[in-house]
């Protein structure tokens, strides 16, 4: 995926690495082969030119951050301003709903249904489809098929013409399932008539994500047509598909983001498992190969850790809105079992089970809207979390009961390690408070 520009960027950082110091010359090499690499990815030039300015400015004016050397922070910027430009991470739904998907012909509507009807089916959430491309006169048998072949229900009946009448049934036939997932008529373009009947459709849908779906090889012109779709149907989000067949992806992926259509998912190839959540962190830290981009990212991450909470933390008296913001600043540092195998002894102490926190991403999401469903005050006061309430945060959060047990259990079990820690005394909680320089017990 996005091969040229991921080497040319990877060919551009490795100059920088390999020379003696960093000095304008450099910096201005850099930023003219980074240049040269986002516009052979089709990246509008304009925006090219912007996003190198931009590295070029901030690398001559800022000073590296306490832990960084010049060429870590040059590196660091690059990786700022190319993320910036991908667009923001954007939120799943990871909770039952429905969602419309829209698109024109052959953009992959179908296929991507799919891929996310299987990416939920992973996460424990039930999905159902209903076929509304009444037009096309294989859409639906290709919908049943491909539903056969990841065993999810679908209802697509070929002896009506009328959407808005399948739509009314199929949400009846299929009012048990988590995620009901539609696919709307395609068209060779987006017309007065194709928006009527998308309009139409989601009003008697209701969908909480309309997702446009768009192939990367249109490069720049995908932003056109998010904005067009954005304007005639609205849409919640992009789906980019055939990722892996284009050297355009680069204009697709930054002109989107542009037009404010944020990337929600990413298709790189034609079978079912060929789907990625799009996060730009991840996919930039990617793009760029820089061998420790992470640990670069974890050193610039401490400097901004915040050694009140983790005093909190570490007496074992916190809530659950302050166990999730720690567990989400442990899991951007590294994963919590390597904290703790940095400290002589704490490797002996067993973790609550489970618990690697880089491993935990999917379920802290899932426990982010577990959280999210608690009132403010079983939030801050989590004992209050009996049976009937664990039932209604479960179906509140879409989750279920097992679920909300398992996050109360980690809350508890890790209040427990936290204060067997203390108790232990200043000394193993003094050395690991030593890597957060600042923090004094
Ligand atoms: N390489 C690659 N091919 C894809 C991807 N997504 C879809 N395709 C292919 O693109 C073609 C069109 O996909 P469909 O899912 O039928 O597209 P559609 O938008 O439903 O098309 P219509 O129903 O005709 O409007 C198929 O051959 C898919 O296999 C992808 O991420 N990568
Ligand atoms: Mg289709």
Not at 69 to 76: C, D, G, L, S
Not at 331 to 357: L, R, T, V
Request: aromatic share 6%; glycine share 10%.
């Amino acid at each position: 995926m996005l091969d040229r520009l991921s080497s040319g960027i990877k060919d551009a950082l490795r100059k920088l690495t390999n020379a003696g110091y960093v000095d304008r010359k450099i910096v201005e090499d850099l930023s003219s082969d980074i240049y040269k690499a986002l516009v052979s990815a089709d990246v509008n030039v304009k925006l090219a030119q912007q996003i190198t300015d931009e590295i070029k400015n901030r690398a001559a004016n800022e000073k590296p951050p306490k832990g960084l050397t010049p060429k870590e922070h040059v590196i660091k910027i690059v990786y700022d301003e190319l993320v910036k430009f991908v667009g923001e991470k954007t939120d799943l739904m990871l909770k039952p709903g429905r969602i419309m998907f829209v698109g024109l012909f052959a953009a992959g509507k179908t296929t991507s249904i799919g891929k996310l009807a299987k990416f939920y089916q992973k996460r424990g959430l039930r999905p159902a489809l209903i076929g509304c491309d009444v037009h096309r006169p294989a859409a639906m048998d290709q919908l049943s098929q491909l539903a056969e072949q990841i065993h999810v229900p679908c209802y697509a009946p070929k002896d009506t013409k009328d959407p808005i009448e399948i739509i009314k049934n199929g949400i009846v036939k299929h009012k048990k399932y988590d995620i009901i997932i539609i696919d709307a008529s395609g068209r060779s373009s987006l017309d007065e008539e194709l928006a009527k009947e998308l309009k139409a459709l989601a009003e008697e849908a209701k969908p909480d994500e309309v997702l446009l779906t768009i192939p990367a090889d249109l490069g720049q012109a995908a932003g056109e047509q998010a904005e067009g779709f954005k304007k005639l149907v609205g849409i919640t989000g992009v789906f980019l598909t055939k990722m892996d067949g284009t050297a355009r992806g680069g204009g697709a992926l930054t002109s989107c983001a542009v037009t404010g259509a944020p990337i929600k998912f990413i298709g790189i190839g034609e079978k079912m498992d060929a789907i990625e959540v799009f996060d730009p962190e991840r996919f930039i830290s990617r793009l760029i190969g820089f061998g420790d981009m992470q640990g670069l990212l974890e050193k610039a991450k401490e400097a901004e850790f915040k050694p009140e909470t983790a005093k909190k933390i570490m007496s074992g008296k916190f809530n659950m809105e302050e166990f999730y913001d720690q567990l989400k600043s442990m899991q951007k540092m590294g994963s919590m079992n390597n904290m703790m195998n940095m400290i002589p002894g704490a490797s002996m102490m067993k973790m609550p089970k489970g618990f690697d926190a880089g491993q935990q991403e999917n379920k802290m999401k899932k426990w982010a809207i577990i959280i999210q469903s608690m009132t403010t005050k079983e939030k801050q006061d989590p004992k209050l979390i009996n049976p009937s309430r664990v039932k209604r945060i479960a179906k509140g959060s879409g989750t279920s009961e097992a679920d909300v047990r398992e996050l109360m259990k980690t809350y508890e079990q890790m209040k427990k390690v936290m204060k067997m820690f203390s108790g232990r005394g200043g000394g193993m909680l003094g050395k690991m408070m030593k890597r957060f320089k600042g923090f004094k017990l």
